[in-house]
């Protein structure tokens, strides 16, 4: 049974920093590409950022270019998101996911398994 867990949300002042943390169980994440997604209420979700299996190539969506770093750790089985100079409007689940691909897309629907999502409330 795959499942990754999402972890390191919380509440953080604007401006701040959080890294998040998705670990895989009943999956080699070395076998696939890995994504964020995040969710605010009321939206659809929405790409953040994605690696692909070996970590070479990384993609980001434009407005968290220069603020947002994916990486990822195939020996611990887990992917990160390390994410500066946060915003209010990042407010929203963050959701990873992985994709059987090597190359990381942005598209939801390219996605195979998901976690549960951690909340992330950033204050102003």
């Known amino acids: 049974q795959v499942q990754l867990v999402e972890s390191g949300g919380g509440l953080v002042q604007a401006g701040g920093s959080l890294r998040l943390s998705c670990t895989a169980s009943g999956v080699t994440i070395s076998n696939y590409a890995m994504g964020w997604f995040r969710q605010a209420p009321g939206k659809e979700r929405e790409f953040v950022a994605a690696i692909s299996r070996s970590g070479g190539i990384s993609r980001y969506a434009e407005s968290m270019k220069g603020r947002f770093t994916v990486s990822r750790d195939n020996s611990k089985n887990t992917v990160y998101l390390q994410m500066n100079s946060l915003k209010a409007e990042d407010t929203a689940v963050y959701y990873c996911?992985?994709?059987?691909?090597?190359?990381?897309?942005?598209?939801?629907?390219?996605?195979?398994?998901w976690g549960q999502g951690t909340q992330v409330t950033v204050s102003s």
């Open positions: 996911a992985a994709d059987k691909e090597y190359y990381p897309g942005t598209g939801a629907d390219e996605y195979d398994f």
